[in-house]
């Protein structure tokens, strides 16, 4: 164990909390303080940094409980909206992705589709306390006799309705290119050919697992702001690759960590849950997602000051392989350059695009600080962190 | 006529503005957009147009050019018989809707759509827009709203 001047514990930080003594600022706030004062004084004065991101985040969805009907029913096939949800679990539970398109959706079929409404929307709707259409069918057994429900519903009269996403919160992605001559459109968004438009994905230097690169206080059981209401981290998400090539200052240069989160979604909000439709490549859901990091020592005040000059994407080439999809890696961008509007390559000047929005991502940041200092929430030392080795 | 010809035109003391032209039957015949840019100067870049010999016509067009010889023109227009509508206020984002990530700004032409760094907020401004609609399938919570002026068409 290294040896820290500074050493907070999660307890003290929590009693804090409790007397309003905490001291709170967001991801983009402690860069300069750190930069002014140097680690250790920013690490004594400063007790948790507010973190937060808001962007499609495909691996989304929700557990939905509508209750028990009469007579009884064993659902087999479901729909909400005429959005199909899996019904292959206990009698009345389901589970809505993101993804899934409406039934009667053209998709692709004309080219490219549009995918206005899928279960994205419908989260995104339930939160917003309007009223769906359920429409349920079974094949009846002696236990659960009833072939077919339909019903209004409401998330309030949902006897649980949990938002568990697999896979959320990625640290770092591709910044997205095209270098083939037509237009293509993906779920990084419109690439233009001949490389048009360069897209990105990540709110940067104020993106959760940047500032905490090595997971030393982000892991199973931690408590966060998810989609408005309060939520965990579960386990390390989907696809979670902590082995990914790092730079000098240990921040990965690749989609590496993942977490798995989970919350109640009868506490969300549709400003931080909000379905959308990408053309030609089908329905997501805007999650909004913020995690605190307290600085227990100096290590954590110099992991949440990094910049954006100091994280880099990996430009990839979508148009580049035959078999479609992510291709090869032309290098990597600074997401300073990102957001400076134009990068280069191959001496053109490429206009960049983001599809995550920063504004939201800072008011998330902002929130979260909020409700620190104001003693709605507290710190959750977490019972495992996340795996930092594949 | 009095055109302001000769003068440079820079962005800056140009004026643009999207128009929809309504033109009633008698008047489609008339050569009217060419008497725009030869007596006028004007630039013109046309977005759709729907005239047919004997009936009534519509066309969506930028006009560009010296404020004095916009006004001009704009008062030959309506001496002439054509109904005159502004684009601009037609064409709307709800901002509700809009939760400025910067995805439209990927195919947006005119420059309607740009990004306000380094507080990376996404700005609209409607009298830039051409109406082209690529915005609309392309914005991910589709804010976008973008529809002819009812009035006029």
């Not at chain 1, 979260?368 to 959750?380: S, V």
């Not at chain 2, 609209?124 to 804010?143: G, N, T, W």
């Amino acid at each position: 164990m290294p040896n820290y001047q500074v050493n907070k514990t999660y307890q003290e930080i929590n009693e804090k909390i409790k007397q309003g003594r905490v001291v709170v600022v967001t991801a983009e706030e402690i860069i300069d303080i750190v930069r002014r004062q140097g680690e250790v004084a920013a690490a004594r004065q400063v007790d948790v940094v507010t973190t937060g991101t808001f962007s499609p985040m495909c691996s989304s969805g929700a557990f939905l409980n509508f209750g028990h009907t009469s007579p009884p029913i064993k659902a087999a096939r479901a729909w909400i909206n005429n959005v199909p949800a899996y019904a292959g679990l206990a009698a009345v539970d389901l589970y809505l992705g993101a993804t899934e398109p409406s039934a009667d959706d053209p998709l692709n079929k004309v080219y490219p589709g549009e995918f206005k409404y899928g279960g994205g929307h419908v989260i995104s709707d339930l939160v917003a306390g309007k009223s769906v259409h359920l429409v349920v069918e079974a094949y009846g057994t002696d236990c659960y006799p009833n072939k077919r429900v339909e019903m209004k519903l409401t998330l309030n009269k949902m006897v649980n309705a949990v938002l568990l996403n697999p896979r959320n919160c990625y640290q770092n992605y591709n910044c997205a290119v095209n270098l083939s001559h037509r237009t293509l459109y993906t779920y990084m968004g419109p690439l233009r050919p001949r490389a048009g438009n360069a897209n990105y994905c990540t709110a940067g230097q104020l993106s959760p697992l940047f500032n905490d690169p090595y997971y030393r206080t982000i892991g199973i059981g931690t408590r966060i702001f998810l989609g408005g209401g309060v939520g965990y981290v579960c386990f390390p998400g989907t696809q979670h690759h902590p082995g990914r090539p790092r730079g000098e200052n240990g921040v990965p240069m690749a989609p590496a960590a993942t977490l798995m989160v989970i919350g109640d979604l009868k506490t969300m909000s549709p400003r931080y849950l909000v379905g959308v439709s990408l053309l030609g490549y089908g329905c997501s859901l805007c999650v909004g997602l913020g995690i605190p990091i307290p600085l227990l020592n100096e290590e954590m005040a110099r992991a949440c000051a990094v910049t954006d000059d100091e994280l880099f994407a990996p430009l990839v080439d979508y148009g580049g392989d035959e078999s479609g999809g992510a291709g090869r890696t032309l290098g990597h961008v600074s997401y300073a350059q990102l957001k400076s509007g134009t990068i280069i390559l191959g001496g053109q000047e490429v206009p960049t695009v983001p599809l995550s929005s920063l504004v939201r991502a800072r008011e998330i940041a902002h929130l979260l600080k909020n409700w620190i200092q104001t003693g709605q929430f507290f710190l959750t030392e977490p019972v495992q962190c996340l795996p930092t080795t594949e | 006529m009095a055109a302001t010809y000769g003068q440079r035109l820079t962005e800056e003391n140009m004026h643009a503005e999207m128009l929809i032209l309504r033109f009633p039957k008698k008047i489609v015949d008339q050569p009217i957009i060419y008497r725009l840019v030869k007596d006028y100067d004007l630039e013109f870049n046309l977005l759709k147009a729907n005239i047919t010999p004997q009936r009534e016509g519509i066309i969506v067009m930028e006009l560009k050019g010296h404020p004095k010889n916009f006004r001009q023109g704009l008062r030959y227009l309506k001496d002439a018989g054509v109904q005159v509508k502004r684009m601009a206020g037609e064409v709307r984002r709800n901002e509700e809707r809009c939760y400025q990530c910067g995805t439209c700004t990927a195919l947006c032409p005119t420059g309607a759509l740009w990004i306000k760094r380094p507080e990376m907020e996404v700005c609209f401004e409607a009298e830039k827009c051409s109406a082209c609609e690529l915005c609309v399938s392309i914005c991910p919570a589709r804010a976008m709203e973008v529809r002819l002026n009812r009035q006029a068409v």
